[in-house]
């Protein structure tokens, strides 16, 4: 199992930006996704962005299509997660996941499978204020 450790959350101002982080502490194979998930008290925990690095292919929910960026430095086993056009609605626990689906079977598998991942992070507050 990957060891994740997230950093970079804060408390901002709408419109303004934010980078996350996520450091990775073993294997992270570019044939499988890793991924940015956030969650508010009371809801689920939701996809925001995913990455396979092995084809060069991202992923995005629809809500930060346009304003979030998800990246990866393969040298330095980091992911990131750039956050541009901050929103009250952006408020949420972020959290990093890592050993998900392989990035040949998404269409068959949602990227944003939440089980399909097996390595998480203990997530990073980001909170948005108006």
């Known amino acids: 199992e990957v060891q994740l450790a997230e950093s970079g959350g804060d408390s901002v101002q709408v419109g303004e930006s934010l980078r996350l982080s996520c450091a990775a502490s073993?294997?992270?194979?570019?044939?499988?996704?890793m991924a940015w998930f956030r969650q508010t008290p009371g809801k689920e925990r939701e996809g925001v962005a995913a990455?396979?690095?092995?084809?060069?292919?991202?992923y995005y929910a629809d809500s930060v299509k346009g304003r979030f960026t998800i990246s990866k430095d393969d040298n330095k086993n980091t992911l990131y997660l750039e956050m541009n056009s901050l929103k009250p609605d952006d408020t949420a626990v972020y959290y990093c996941?890592?050993?998900?689906?392989?990035?040949?079977?998404?269409?068959?598998?949602?990227?944003?499978?939440?089980?399909?991942?097996?390595?998480w992070g203990h997530g990073t507050q980001v909170t948005v204020s108006s």
């Open positions: 990455i396979y690095t092995g084809g060069f292919k991202t």
């Open positions: 073993g294997p992270t194979y570019s044939a499988y996704l």
């Open positions: 996941a890592a050993e998900g689906p392989p990035g040949w079977s998404v269409g068959s598998i949602p990227w944003n499978q939440i089980d399909e991942y097996k390595s």
